[in-house]
């Protein structure tokens, strides 16, 4: 306890440690809000982490070949849908189980990006490609204190945070929301009003899977403008996680992933500036804890979707 | 009259289950039309075609005249076809007005206008007297309510006709006139209704028009007012009977299996078995005859222990069974075929033998040295796949390899080989073949002339009265009354069977 | 008329991972001619970088024994109907536990030492297990996502102890210090890192299909598996079994994890694993479950892992093209599985695919 260092509570560390944060935070954001889609209309998607992995080689290769981020940001996004539709067929359409569906399109992207990777670069990745800068807000960026910590992010964070309340009302205001939610409840219900239950799922894990690609973008060209094989290292697991202690809905989420942030965001800090007397380790293992006890009903019960990771398959 | 809609020469297979085979159906404007048929029958199957569930494999379908392909429901919906299903088709955390906005048509893109349907809800409620609070979640709604729910789901949508399954099942008998209400004014209003039905007393009094189905196959259509509820049932459950045996007189044991005032609750916790009380006597077969839905698989779940009982005692040989578990009822002496036999009663990936051996895996002799004894778990299965003549190639293939005659001779030899003293059966014969059926038939001779007490609950008249020593028949979970086969004309059965007529004991 | 029965079935259990390889591979070779090489050539590198010597063969089985063991402690979960994906952290736990008596019990002989060490991995690996088999049966808690959450705690719980209190005195780097002698597990061929767990791993597949085929309890752990409701109908304890599946599945990869230490390593390393956890799950899938399906599926992927490593060598073509191979191999696997068994429950591995993947 006497290791507690005084600056640990100085205004500099604290903003710059809810800055890092939110950065860090960015990704499983982006992962997470996408999942909530798959999950709200019945998917257990574990095939984040692929999304992912080739969403953020395939940004790094077209802002390489275009010269501008923002087409790899694109790109990377679609390839992440592509990684999303090759799930779609597997769980959705054979009907096969989908956590093991999941941790083959892992697998899958893992191989492949690592392998386009090296075709496409050599073995050595191009030290630089165009990325994303920082991009302040105006004025509000100068205000003291807030303006460093909420206002000087690249594009992509914004993007992320102001997505939260279009979910959301997605999610819970519009009509599409309603179906999508009918089909993870209750499949049944939606199909007897002539929806199509197959069809819906596959626009959500499309659009799991391009947010996701787009959150790998985000850490390929906002972060550190190089891929690196298995780059994402367990991001999208995280995201898992951040999505079933963020209860599976909008809000929930951008306040677990922000948890899982700070708490990667603290460890990075301490870890280089040797501030504190506890392990690093246990505060990098705390979110999972953290959501290991959460579901286990310390938080309270926390439903799912009714449907969840069930195939929908009927007679004809 | 007019012809509204009319489905010609409609068939549908299910494998080499005939659900529809070759019905021909119309339905005027403005009738109330009642299809009636017992379990199995057809009915829901014929009405998921028509509302776009099912794809027949053959027929067509006219309305007004003009064919039309309802390759979906929406496509029903648009026809002006609305169905409420048996099973209510709602999203439990979702409200009223929330359900009834699932894929609706014309809605903002951006922006879910509830105030509007929930307006409309109101109107709705009000025109036609369903009373629902379109703010209310449909979780904590009665059966009753959520079913009003579904009504007003197909009337915002513009449903002419109205198809209900079983819409009587679920309700009270206040909320039975509540609904029958509905429908008269819905009628008034230009409505037509599709009844889906087994109760003849509902039909007698709500509908105009009855088509009967039995097995598949459509038996006729009459003006309700021109017919009789004895009619009817004759129609309903057949004339022409299958199965002749010589009835083998056995002289009566103890009293074995006895129920007391037994109560106890469905999945949905709507109260299912009210107040049974019965006792099966060794070397005695003892029929449950009743249409489906009536409590049977709650009665014989709750025998069985997978049940929990609200009040009332289950005894097995005077001893209480209340607070044993299934296996320990095994193990006292009650076996159980439940009607189920491929979610419950078998394990359909295992082989045969495996199957056969499970219930006693962890006992000698199918256990030795701590292994399984796969010599005689194998020739355990070889003399009984020999005396039951399942149809195998070995003991090795897995059950679902089976026929649906032989993974039944399997489960009963199963039950049977435990040496019960009591033996419960549920709806033994269902998709059988008349082969597998006798077969299984006189096996159930066989263990009453062993002194084994026998309950057979079958939803198939024929089979109770060709196989049972004495009947109960049930309606809503209690007992409507009790006869011998042969000693009464088989309209009073039906009667009994619809709920209309109780005999005392 | 048994035997051709039993040959027919056989051959048709193995019609989908066949077809799912010949599928896996003939895509790669898209992908090799992409890149402007033959894919004889390549494959034919791949081929020999496994099987070309004896060296490259020990190498090979040194890389199966962690698939192996891990696999066969997957094939019990998801037999039991327990999607597990934990096994990377279990293996972890399992060769930290041997890694610490193999430091702090060094002074025993290694005939005593050695038993204990693969005891002390089947326990550590088995308390993971048993953690997210209890949080299911206790609580109905996912599997998939608590084997996950444990699969990072054993992470950080390795890197804890080789940063801090198991940190080699003195050292530079976070490991741990080096296992007594004792502990190390012999090697079998002078000069090659083949090491006596390989014969471990074989008797653990005899054990597990004893286990599995031939015991009560392995009849009981199926046919939870198969049917969960008709399974507590028979009287079987749905939620022990699932606990005891998920403790010996963790046992298993808990073993995979000592041999890591003990056999290669003989100190802990951050991420000594790479990923064995995480194959393991393709490894049973492939092996359709079966202990002796999977010591061929274990034995080909490691086979793919050192082959590929001659492939670039031999012919430029990054190792990841392997790593491909095996995920479309599984993918085509899940996808004629499926059809072969079209409506119908027939095989453990459809009904494990069938199943609701939350629990």
């Not at chain 2, 109330?32 to 569930?53: C, F, S, V």
């Not at chain 3, 890389?63 to 696999?71: E, F």
């Not at chain 3, 000594?272 to 079966?290: C, E, M, P, Q, T």
């Given at each position: 306890m006497m290791g507690l260092n005084v600056s640990l509570f100085s205004l500099l560390f604290l903003s710059g440690w809810i800055a890092s944060s939110i950065r860090l935070m960015t990704i499983l954001l982006l992962g997470s809000l996408g999942a909530v889609f798959t999950a709200r209309s019945g998917i257990t998607n574990i095939g984040i982490e692929g999304m992912m992995l080739m969403g953020s080689f395939v940004a790094v290769w077209g802002s390489y070949t275009f010269g501008n981020p923002w087409i790899g940001v694109l790109l990377g996004g679609m390839a992440g849908a592509l990684v999303g539709l090759i799930l779609g067929v597997l769980s959705i359409s054979v009907g096969s189980n989908q956590v093991v569906s999941g941790t083959i399109i892992n697998l899958f992207a893992l191989g492949l990006t690592s392998f386009l990777s090296?075709?496409?670069?050599?073995?050595?990745?191009?030290?630089?490609?165009?990325?994303?800068?920082?991009?302040?807000?105006?004025?509000?960026?100068?205000?003291?204190?807030?303006?460093?910590?909420?206002?000087?992010?690249?594009?992509?964070?914004?993007?992320?945070?102001?997505?939260?309340?279009?979910?959301?009302w997605i999610m819970y205001k519009t009509p599409t929301g309603i179906i999508i939610r009918a089909v993870?409840?209750?499949?049944?219900?939606?199909?007897?009003?002539?929806?199509?239950?197959?069809?819906?799922?596959?626009?959500?894990?499309?659009?799991?899977?391009?947010?996701?690609?787009?959150?790998?973008?985000?850490?390929?060209?906002?972060?550190?403008?190089?891929?690196?094989?298995?780059?994402?290292?367990?991001?999208?697991?995280?995201?898992?996680?951040?999505?079933?202690?963020?209860?599976?809905?909008?809000?929930?989420?951008?306040?677990?992933?922000?948890?899982?942030?700070?708490?990667?965001?603290?460890?990075?800090?301490?870890?280089s500036m040797g501030l504190l007397d506890i392990p690093v380790e246990f505060l990098q293992m705390l979110p999972y804890v953290a959501a290991m006890v959460a579901l286990a009903g310390f938080i309270g019960k926390a439903a799912p979707p009714a449907s969840m990771g069930k195939p929908y398959i009927k007679s004809r | 009259?007019?012809?509204?809609?009319?489905?010609?020469?409609?068939?549908?297979?299910?494998?080499?289950?005939?659900?529809?085979?070759?019905?021909?159906?119309?339905?005027?404007?403005?009738?109330?039309?009642?299809?009636?048929?017992?379990?199995?029958?057809?009915?829901?199957?014929?009405?998921?075609?028509?509302?776009?569930?099912?794809?027949?494999?053959?027929?067509?379908?006219?309305?007004?005249?003009?064919?039309?392909?309802?390759?979906?429901?929406?496509?029903?919906?648009?026809?002006?076809?609305?169905?409420?299903?048996?099973?209510f088709m709602l999203v439990p955390p979702f409200t009223v007005a929330e359900n009834i906005s699932i894929g609706l048509e014309g809605q903002k893109?951006?922006?879910?206008?509830?105030?509007?349907?929930?307006?409309?809800?109101?109107?709705?409620?009000?025109?036609?007297?369903?009373?629902?609070?379109?703010?209310?979640?449909?979780?904590?709604?009665?059966?009753?309510?959520?079913?009003?729910?579904?009504?007003?789901?197909?009337?915002?949508?513009?449903?002419e006709i109205l198809v209900l399954d079983e819409p009587t099942a679920v309700l009270t008998p206040q909320e039975v006139k509540e609904l029958f209400i509905v429908l008269k004014n819905f009628v008034v209003d230009g409505g037509t209704v599709i009844f889906i039905s087994h109760k003849l007393k509902e039909i007698m009094e709500i509908t105009d028009r009855v088509t009967v189905l039995r097995n598949g196959t459509k038996i006729s259509t009459v003006h309700t007012k021109d017919t009789s509820e004895k009619e009817l049932a004759r129609m309903m459950v057949g004339k022409e009977v299958l199965l002749k045996y010589e009835k083998v007189e056995t002289k009566k044991f103890e009293k074995v299996l006895s129920l007391k005032d037994v109560y106890c609750k469905n999945v949905k916790g709507l109260s299912a078995v009210n107040g049974v009380s019965f006792d099966v006597y060794g070397g005695e077969i003892l029929g449950i005859a009743g249409v489906d839905g009536n409590g049977q698989k709650e009665l014989a779940d709750v025998i069985s222990g997978i049940n929990e009982i609200d009040s009332g005692e289950i005894s097995l040989n005077g001893q209480n069974l209340n607070e044993l578990s299934?296996?320990?009822?095994?193990?006292?002496?009650?076996?159980?075929?439940?009607?189920?036999?491929r979610g419950v009663g078998l394990l359909t990936p295992f082989s045969i033998s495996m199957n056969l051996a499970i219930k006693h895996i962890s006992q000698q002799p199918y256990k030795k040295y701590g292994l399984l004894n796969h010599a005689y778990i194998e020739q355990n299965a070889k003399e009984i796949i020999a005396e039951y003549q399942v149809k195998t190639p070995s003991g090795q293939v897995p059950v679902s390899n089976l026929s649906g005659g032989n993974q039944q001779k399997v489960l009963l030899a199963r039950e049977i080989s435990c040496q019960p003293q009591a033996l419960v059966i549920s709806q033994p014969t269902r998709g059988l073949d008349i082969g597998a059926m006798e077969f299984i038939h006189k096996t159930l001779f066989r263990k009453k002339?062993?002194?084994?007490?026998?309950?057979?609950?079958?939803?198939?008249?024929?089979?109770?009265?060709?196989?049972?020593?004495?009947?109960?028949?049930?309606?809503?979970?209690?007992?409507?009354?009790?006869?011998?086969?042969?000693?009464?004309?088989?309209?009073?059965?039906?009667?009994?069977?619809?709920?209309?007529?109780?005999?005392?004991? | 008329m048994e035997i051709p029965?039993?040959?027919?079935?056989?051959?048709?259990?193995?019609?989908?991972?066949?077809?799912?390889?010949?599928?896996?591979?003939?895509?790669?070779?898209?992908?090799?001619?992409?890149?402007?090489?033959?894919?004889?050539?390549?494959?034919?590198?791949?081929?020999?970088?496994?099987?070309?010597?004896?060296?490259?063969?020990?190498?090979?089985?040194?890389?199966?024994?962690?698939?192996?063991?891990?696999?066969?402690?997957?094939?019990?979960?998801?037999?039991?109907g327990a999607i597990s994906v934990g096994a990377e952290g279990q293996i972890l736990m399992g060769g930290l536990a041997t890694a610490f008596v193999g430091t702090y019990l060094g002074f025993l002989p290694a005939p005593l030492l050695i038993p204990i060490s693969i005891m002390a991995g089947f326990l550590a690996g088995a308390v993971w297990g048993i953690i997210p088999g209890y949080l299911f049966a206790k609580k109905g808690l996912s599997v998939v996502i608590n084997t996950i959450m444990l699969n990072y705690i054993a992470h950080y719980l390795v890197n804890f102890f080789i940063n801090g209190p198991f940190k080699e005195p003195g050292g530079y780097y976070p490991q741990s210090p080096r296992i007594s002698e004792n502990a190390y597990w012999p090697s079998i061929i002078p000069g090659t890192r083949l090491h006596i767990g390989i014969f471990v791993a074989l008797v653990a597949v005899i054990c597990v299909y004893i286990l599995m085929k031939h015991t009560p309890l392995g009849v009981k752990i199926s046919s939870v598996g198969v049917n969960q409701k008709a399974s507590r109908y028979m009287g079987i304890k749905v939620e022990k079994m699932i606990i005891i599946a998920l403790a010996f599945s963790g046992g298993l990869a808990g073993i995979a994890g000592a041999?890591?230490?003990?056999?290669?390593?003989?100190?802990?390393?951050?991420?000594?694993?790479?990923?064995?956890?995480?194959?393991?799950?393709?490894?049973?899938?492939?092996?359709?479950?079966?202990?002796?399906?999977i010591v061929l599926s274990a034995l080909f992927w490691a086979a793919l892992r050192v082959g590929a490593n001659n492939m670039q060598r031999v012919t430029q073509i990054p190792v990841s093209l392997v790593v491909t191979i095996q995920a479309l191999t599984i993918f085509f696997v899940l996808i004629s599985e499926m059809w072969q068994h079209k409506g119908k429950l027939a095989s453990v591995t459809h009904t494990f695919l069938k199943r609701k993947s939350i629990s």
């Open positions: 090296a075709v496409a670069f050599g073995t050595s990745a191009p030290s630089q490609v165009p990325s994303l800068g920082i991009v302040p807000v105006p004025l509000l960026s100068k205000i003291p204190f807030f303006g460093p910590i909420l206002f000087q992010h690249g594009l992509l964070t914004y993007f992320a945070v102001c997505l939260v309340p279009v979910v959301w993870g409840e209750q499949p049944e219900a939606a199909d007897t009003l002539g929806i199509s239950v197959p069809l819906v799922r596959y626009s959500c894990v499309l659009v799991s899977g391009f947010l996701s690609g787009i959150g790998g973008a985000f850490l390929s060209l906002g972060q550190l403008s190089v891929f690196m094989e298995n780059m994402i290292a367990g991001k999208g697991y995280i995201a898992l996680a951040a999505l079933v202690l963020g209860k599976w809905s909008p809000w929930g989420v951008l306040g677990s992933s922000f948890l899982f942030g700070a708490a990667d965001a603290l460890q990075l800090r301490i870890q | 009259m007019d012809t509204l809609l009319e489905m010609k020469n409609i068939k549908k297979y299910f494998g080499e289950v005939k659900a529809n085979d070759g019905i021909d159906l119309d339905i005027q404007r403005g009738e109330i039309h009642a299809i009636l048929g017992e379990n199995g029958a057809g009915k829901t199957t014929l009405m998921n075609i028509l509302y776009g569930l099912y794809h027949p494999d053959q027929g067509e379908i006219l309305i007004k005249g003009e064919e039309v392909q309802i390759s979906n429901p929406k496509v029903a919906l648009h026809l002006g076809i609305g169905m409420v299903h048996q099973h893109l951006y922006k879910l206008d509830l105030v509007d349907i929930e307006d409309r809800v109101r109107e709705l409620s009000q025109k036609y007297g369903l009373e629902v609070d379109p703010k209310a979640k449909v979780s904590q709604l009665s059966v009753g309510v959520q079913q009003r729910v579904e009504i007003i789901k197909v009337l915002y949508r513009g449903a299934p296996y320990e009822r095994i193990c006292i002496g009650l076996g159980y075929v439940p009607d189920d036999r002339s062993d002194g084994t007490a026998i309950l057979l609950i079958s939803s198939d008249l024929d089979e109770i009265l060709e196989v049972s020593d004495r009947v109960l028949v049930i309606y809503e979970g209690t007992i409507m009354g009790e006869f011998i086969p042969g000693l009464i004309p088989i309209e009073e059965i039906g009667l009994m069977m619809a709920g209309v007529v109780k005999k005392e004991r | 029965s039993e040959v027919r079935k056989l051959a048709i259990a193995a019609v989908p991972p066949i077809v799912a390889i010949v599928l896996a591979f003939l895509l790669g070779s898209i992908l090799i001619f992409a890149v402007g090489v033959s894919p004889i050539v390549a494959y034919r590198s791949m081929l020999d970088g496994a099987f070309g010597n004896i060296k490259s063969f020990t190498e090979v089985l040194v890389k199966m024994y962690p698939l192996l063991l891990a696999g066969l402690g997957i094939s019990i979960a998801f037999t039991a041999g890591e230490i003990a056999g290669i390593h003989h100190r802990v390393l951050s991420g000594f694993s790479s990923n064995y956890g995480w194959d393991a799950i393709a490894v049973a899938l492939l092996g359709k479950l079966h202990p002796f399906g």
